[in-house]
């Protein structure tokens, strides 16, 4: 069985955001690390690899630096690592992201396809399902749980209220909620060997059967109009009423923040 | 020269920071008060490798060098001193005379026990009545046929009843040396399990209370010829190389507790309001906090030259002692430096530093004191 | 996409979800907002609905602002499976061409949505917070046409951290999911009435259809604080143990949880996975509730990015007022059960 797991390095969100004057983000002021849904995914690859010799392939669009990540994957026992980097590439919203990584996994064989729900910088959840669509193979979000049964995916596919059970047909592609399992760490002698092998780095003229108008920022449908930080709020207001008023005035505030609803 | 970590230190570095933040600090209160050894720890610790990073694959082990082991007690001891030295004593104490003295039967036969984690070394050479002087030793083993028959109290043993594989000193005769008699010292490897091998006290300590500290004893305890580690009569020349790769471990246990007092102290500063404003905008904050910055910085030049030393080097007593003695000595200034401006937080258990002034104290101490430090570099000055 | 094309794109469509036959609360949110920006691009709203014997769900969707209401009603559409339904809604906006296409960011719209946007070639905007129309770009910028009736999609990225505003210039539909509760439903008109459009966009089962082979209605869990959207925490004026029943009928009224500060943990009135603060757990939930907790700095540190903090206490000098957005001086133990009461009040009425 052949398994792609597609991972994105992404800031730590705990230690704040920078922006570029142009609204994209600024990547290299931030601490990085592997996107928690994408490492969920990655576990549940080589729980696939522990039990079925499954080969595991990760692959990353983004920065040259972003073969920290494969190295990390490696180290944790991923087979290969193939970063997907070009100026061409930057700037993608998830469109063009899906589409880029697409046409990398197109020169690839695979059983499965396994990513995050979402990134913890953008969270979209977009990228996963919209790779299912250029690649035309069946897609199951919000994966909570896999097995694999002949031919076929087991999942459980988690709902606001209620998670389905499905058997999906591989090829096809999955992606995987942080609850899925608790990802392993790497190892030491693992780190060491990650750092020994040479990665598979690909460029815009390796990408199969993809158009130039759907990749970087050229080709993203959408476009950043305004970014900025939070705003921190100042203080608020303190109020000293009796209790019925008091009452009235909080339900007044949760009524108008949606908190409740008349 | 380069002091820039690679990128496979700085790799395994977030490993064993992530480790140290989900595994181990939330239990570094509740170890330190019960006094429990953190056994699930070490089995998660075994399960990723960590019980084994300097060791040759051909071993079981990771296969890395010293100085990727030596961060891995750094960053261990930022959160939790008790944890930090069972992976010294284990890989230091017992691995590494093993894989240097070792025979190869005795390496196949323990080395990938040990760098697995399955099971868990110790050292003992201390007694009640030999700590740094190792002529002092009371321990005796007596041949007999194809056996060892060992006699005597070991103490203060970290790693004691937890331990597996025990490398043990005793007294196997007696010498003349330039017309002095001297007491003849061997090494040997003790299972546990051995008949006539029991643990006596555990000792109640001021800091790293989840180490389980105790007493050996052998009584009559047959140790088979074939585990007498190294010649007959090297035991102490085995014993003091053990020690000099044993202060690194140390050395970088204090260390990373002088960085976790430090990285508290910094967060707790900035959050501290008094007069109106953070304790960090004070001046008297500030260069404290300078001075433990300072300070700190260059025992971790002097640990990681140590491990260094140790991976390219036959003999590295000095830039062991040297490394031990500074960073000890840095650790104990600087937690008690951080429980003064935690004020009155710093006396309270909660807030960490409290726990790390009090294990601090013991990397003065075990493993060679301060003093002996000193005897060890003035005697390489001086020679 | 030309000039031209983009003009062939009208009015504004929203993904009406239903499950089990029920619409879900963010259709009519969406319907809400749909309306709003409907009038201002003086259009209508179309609510395209998609299940299996849903049509009675078309006059509340009339009710709560859809002009119009487009049926696509089949067998294989019983329950919610990306395939059937991504091509139900992709094949409607390849037909009718809304100029925008609203989506719930649901755990069935954020799949949908990608879905869908992939198919039809367009940009998908996730978890908007804020819908306008506005101009893009935003300032005129020299060399570089401002477009405008452009819808400007807002929404929070890093976790927060931060705020986007996203435009979808030159591709039709401009798609967005939007985070539930946020938007707000119209009061309905009871009168009102849709046009309704039966249509049918021919299913044909390939290798996309999954088999679903049960289907779990999930039991509530105990959840982790870090992971509540409204925290109900008391301090220690909350005064004993027993007491913390009046913030656990207030939890349950409201759908949150109840967390503590540290002096509760210490007195053994709740267990320390409760905790906020610099020892316990930091938390970010969308209503904080500080009640009978004064707001030590080591508090703060582990609730302040709340959304909204609410603060009830009794000590009109208490510092936690300095970090809330509502405070109130007084006695929880009598606005407590009374605000409780008053919400359930409103749930019942509903």
């Keep these: ?262 | 020269m380069d002091f820039n970590l690679s990128k496979k230190h700085l790799l395994a570095q977030s490993l064993y920071r992530s480790f140290t933040e989900n595994e181990v600090k939330p239990l570094a209160i509740e170890v330190d008060e019960t006094e429990e050894f953190p056994r699930e720890t070490v089995n998660k610790m075994a399960k990723c490798g960590l019980m084994g990073i300097p060791v040759p694959k051909e071993y079981g082990g990771q296969g890395c060098d010293v100085l990727s082991y030596i961060m891995c007690v750094e960053e261990l001891a930022k959160e939790c001193g008790t944890t930090s030295v069972i992976l010294s004593a284990h890989t230091s104490l017992c691995i590494d005379p093993i894989l240097t003295y070792g025979t190869k039967e005795q390496k196949l036969k323990y080395i990938p026990e040990l760098a697995s984690g399955r099971k868990l070394g110790a050292f003992a050479l201390t007694e009640a009545g030999a700590g740094t002087d190792a002529q002092g030793q009371q321990t005796k083993a007596v041949l007999q046929g194809t056996q060892w028959i060992l006699n005597g109290t070991k103490c203060f043993i970290t790693n004691g009843k937890e331990a597996d594989i025990y490398i043990v000193i005793a007294v196997t005769g007696i010498v003349e040396k330039r017309g002095t008699k001297k007491k003849e010292i061997s090494a040997f490897i003790v299972e546990k399990g051995t008949p006539g091998f029991s643990f006596g006290t555990k000792e109640r300590k001021m800091g790293i209370n989840g180490s389980s500290t105790y007493e050996l004893i052998f009584n009559d305890c047959c140790i088979p010829n074939e585990n007498m580690l190294g010649a007959k009569g090297k035991g102490f020349g085995i014993a003091m190389h053990t020690l000099d790769g044993g202060r690194i471990g140390i050395a970088a246990q204090a260390l990373g507790l002088a960085e976790g007092a430090f990285d508290h102290t910094v967060k707790y500063v900035k959050e501290r309001m008094q007069f109106g404003r953070s304790i960090g905008q004070f001046q008297n904050t500030q260069f404290q906090l300078a001075d433990m910055a300072t300070k700190i910085e260059a025992a971790k030049l002097l640990v990681y030259k140590a491990a260094k030393a140790k991976e390219n080097k036959d003999s590295y007593s000095v830039e062991a002692a040297m490394a031990k003695l500074y960073a000890a000595e840095t650790a104990m200034e600087v937690t008690r430096k951080a429980v003064q401006l935690h004020g009155g937080y710093g006396y309270i258990k909660e807030y960490e530093v409290e726990r790390m002034m009090r294990d601090a104290k013991i990397t003065e101490i075990y493993e060679g004191t301060s003093e002996v430090q000193r005897m060890v570099i003035a005697g390489n000055v001086l020679k | 996409m030309n000039k031209m094309d983009l003009q062939e794109y009208r009015g504004v469509s929203i993904y009406a979800q239903q499950v089990d036959g029920q619409l879900s609360r963010i259709s009519l949110e969406l319907l809400g907002k749909a309306r709003e920006l409907a009038d201002e691009l003086e259009t209508d709203v179309t609510a395209v609905l998609i299940g299996s014997n849903v049509k009675n769900l078309v006059q509340p969707l009339a009710q709560y602002g859809a002009d119009k209401v487009i049926i696509i009603d089949n067998p294989i559409l019983k329950d919610y499976r990306t395939e059937p339904y991504a091509h139900a809604l992709a094949s409607m906006i390849k037909t009718y061409h809304p100029e925008i296409m609203l989506v719930g960011a649901t755990a069935i719209g954020r799949d949908l949505g990608p879905c869908v946007s992939a198919r039809v070639a367009t940009g998908l905007t996730a978890d908007c917070t804020k819908l306008e129309i506005g101009d893009f770009p935003i300032n005129p910028v020299a060399g570089k046409e401002q477009k405008h009736h452009q819808l400007l999609m807002t929404r929070p990225a890093f976790g927060g951290n931060t705020i986007a505003t996203i435009a979808c210039p030159n591709h039709r539909p401009q798609m967005a999911t939007v985070r539930p509760g946020v938007m707000q439903a119209m009061k309905p008109i009871r009168e009102a009435k849709a046009v309704v459009v039966e249509y049918d966009p021919v299913f044909v089962c390939n290798h996309k259809y999954v088999e679903i082979l049960d289907i779990v209605k999930s039991v509530a869990e105990t959840v982790d604080i870090m992971d509540a959207k409204i925290l109900i925490s008391g301090g220690r004026g909350v005064g004993g143990s027993d007491n913390f029943k009046i913030l656990e009928e207030l939890a349950a009224a409201i759908q949150g949880e109840v967390s503590c500060s540290r002096a509760v943990v210490d007195a053994g009135w709740k267990p320390k996975e409760l905790q906020v603060g610099q020892t316990g757990k930091t938390v970010r939930p969308n209503v904080y509730f500080a009640i009978g907790i004064s707001g030590a700095i080591q508090h703060v540190a582990g609730m302040e990015d709340s959304d909204i903090i609410i603060a009830i206490n009794k000590d009109e000098n208490a510092p936690i007022f300095d970090v809330a957005d509502y405070g109130i001086v007084g006695d929880y133990k009598k606005i407590v059960p009374e605000l409780t009461k008053q919400i359930l009040n409103l749930k019942m009425a509903k």
Excluded at chain 1, 198 to 218: C, F, H, I
């Design chain 1, 1 to 262: 069985m052949k398994i792609i797991v597609c991972v994105k390095q992404v800031p730590d969100t705990k230690g704040g955001v920078k922006f570029n004057p142009d609204g994209t983000l600024n990547r290299s002021g931030m601490l990085a690390i592997m996107n928690p849904d994408d490492k969920a995914g990655l576990e549940a690859a080589l729980r696939l690899k522990d039990q079925y010799k499954a080969e595991v392939t990760v692959i990353t669009m983004g920065l040259p630096k972003a073969d920290e990540v494969l190295r990390e994957a490696l180290a944790m026992g991923a087979d290969h690592g193939i970063l997907v980097t070009d100026r061409v590439l930057g700037g993608a919203d998830t469109w063009a992201t899906s589409s880029t990584l697409a046409g990398a996994i197109k020169n690839l064989e695979y059983d499965l396809i396994i990513t995050g729900r979402q990134a913890i910088d953008g969270d979209t959840a977009q990228v996963g399902p919209q790779i299912s669509e250029h690649l035309n193979i069946p897609v199951i979000s919000y994966a909570q749980n896999l097995r694999i049964e002949d031919k076929s995916v087991i999942v459980k596919r988690q709902f606001d209220d209620r998670y389905h059970v499905v058997k999906v047909q591989m090829p096809c592609l999955i992606t995987a909620l942080s609850e899925l399992n608790q990802p392993r760490y790497m190892t030491p002698g693992g780190i060491f060997d990650a750092y020994d092998v040479e990665l598979t780095v690909w460029k815009r003229e390796n990408l199969k059967e993809v158009d130039d108008s759907n990749l970087g920022l050229k080709g993203s449908p959408t476009q950043i109009a305004k970014a900025s930080d939070k705003v921190r709020k100042g203080a608020g207001e303190v109020v000293k009423l009796d209790v019925s008023d008091s009452v009235a005035y909080l339900m007044d505030k949760l009524t108008e923040k949606h908190i409740i609803s008349l």
